[in-house]
Structure formats: structure tokens, C-alpha cells
């Protein structure tokens, strides 16, 4: 089974789309492949950590990266709709500080490739949503750091219906002339 990769906004940041096969049944996908994931986005790392949340609508959490163990991310939702935001956080290069952001939701089985160096957050969109985080590290709450998600510098296009709810973590995001980012 193929799997079709499309670059955002940001070259690294990767839309996947898997080969479904749908009849009166139901439909059947392949949800990960490492050798199809390799071919597609160039990473021949591990997983080594999955998290799944459940969020209701209105929920915006991020935008988080860890600084010494920097997590690549694989994002799958697989009920409901969220609006999903990646940030370039790496100093170097000709994108930092710039974002890319994508519709996920269940019924569309795209997936988000969000390589290390960036920042990753997401606002749900319908009444619940669950998704899926694989990780290329472990979490590591002394590593980890916010981003503000409404940092004026970073302009992120947010599609704001009604009243957030976030944790104060991420209420609290440094901004990004504040925060620590990658060489």
C-alpha cells in the first residue's frame, strides 16, 4: 500500500495520505508502515512512544517541543476534527518562526509528519476529538517548553469558534522572542 506525501508551508512538515480501500463493509487502511513512512518522509528513525488524548471542542493545546530530546511527531486523528499547527523552531533555517497548519480529522485518515526542530499544537474543531501522537522520544517534562499560541510574532491563523479551554501551561507559552529554540 502507497502512501502519498505532501509538503505543507513548511517543506519538512508532511500531509500523509494513505491508500484507503472503502465498500459497503467499511474501509480498511494501512495506518503505519516504517518502510512506507521511510519512503515517504526520509526518516529512518524509531517510535518509541504513543499517546492518544481525548479533547472537547474548544480545547487548544501546544504549542509544545522538548529542547534536548526534540520529538519527531506522527499525528493521526481518528475521531472527529482538529486544526493542527507545526512551527519552525530551528534558528538556522530560512523558515524559523514560521508555521504550518492542516485540517486532520477521522473520516480524511490524513496523518501529520512534524519532524524534530518544530513545535506542534492543535484547537479542536468538532463536539470531541481523539488523536494519536507517535513520538521519535520519550517525554521528558523537564525538557519540554511552550510556545505561546497566540504570539503576535508567529501570526497563526487559528479558526477561534467560541471559548478556549487550555491547560495554564499553555496559556502561559513563552513567546518567540523569549523561548529556547534549536541552533
Not at 41 to 54: A, L
Not at 62 to 86: C, M, N, T, W
Not at 143 to 158: F, K, M, S
Amino acid at each position: 500500500m502507497r502512501l502519498k506525501a505532501t509538503p505543507t508551508a513548511l517543506p519538512e512538515v508532511l500531509v500523509l495520505e494513505p491508500a484507503v480501500f472503502e465498500d459497503e463493509r467499511g474501509f480498511l487502511f494501512e495506518s503505519f508502515s516504517a518502510r512506507n513512512f521511510e519512503l515517504a518522509t526520509g526518516f529512518s528513525g524509531t517510535f518509541v512512544q504513543e499517546n492518544h488524548s481525548r479533547s472537547v471542542k474548544g480545547v487548544l493545546r501546544g504549542l509544545h517541543y522538548q529542547l534536548k530530546s526534540p520529538q519527531g511527531k506522527l499525528i493521526r486523528v481518528v475521531s472527529g476534527e482538529v486544526f493542527d499547527v507545526a512551527v519552525d523552531l530551528r534558528r538556522q533555517s530560512p523558515r524559523f518562526g514560521q508555521w504550518a497548519g492542516i485540517r486532520l480529522s477521522g473520516e480524511s485518515h490524513r496523518q501529520l509528519w512534524i519532524p524534530p526542530g518544530f513545535a506542534h499544537g492543535f484547537l479542536v474543531l468538532s463536539e470531541q476529538a481523539e488523536v494519536l501522537y507517535r513520538l521519535s522520544e520519550y517525554w521528558s517534562q523537564q525538557d519540554e517548553r511552550t510556545i505561546a499560541w497566540n504570539d503576535p510574532q508567529l501570526g497563526i491563523a487559528w479558526p477561534l469558534q467560541g471559548q478556549l479551554i487550555q491547560s495554564d501551561k499553555d496559556r502561559n507559552g513563552a513567546s518567540l522572542v523569549e523561548a529556547e529554540t534549536f541552533p
